[in-house]
């Protein structure tokens, strides 16, 4: 079985998918590109007081895909990106975010253009 559709939204030419097993992982891998936008709920350490280290937040955000990369030892993959869209009160646009995506996580991704990926990435 596949990865799991939720939601196909073709005028933002976005797809919304849940990542059920490992292989949903490896087929995200060969899917999600640079310059791509995907929006997922994460974890970000935010400075509400200055002089402290902050805390983890759980929010959603959009990031502009720069790096994908996968790995099998620790059962994710990493989409890191500039951040599009998020919070304002605790994100800067244009700041950088990883979004560690693991089994049982849903995300959103569009393209500029969706086409047949059914080749592998080289």
Known sequence: MGLKIL??????EEVTVKIENLNDLWTL???INEGDEVTARTQRRVVLKEGTS?????MS????????SFHEFSNRLRVKGKILEGPSDFVSYGSYH???VEV?????????????????KS
């Open 61 to 68: 955000l959009k990031l502009k895909v720069e790096t994908v």
């Open 7 to 12: 939601e196909i939204d073709k005028r933002n």
């Open 54 to 58: 902050g805390e983890r937040k759980t």
């Open 29 to 31: 891998y060969n899917i």
């Open 98 to 100: 990883t979004f560690n």
């Open 104 to 120: 049982q996580q849903k995300l959103s991704i569009s393209k500029v253009k969706w086409q047949n990926h059914g080749e592998a």
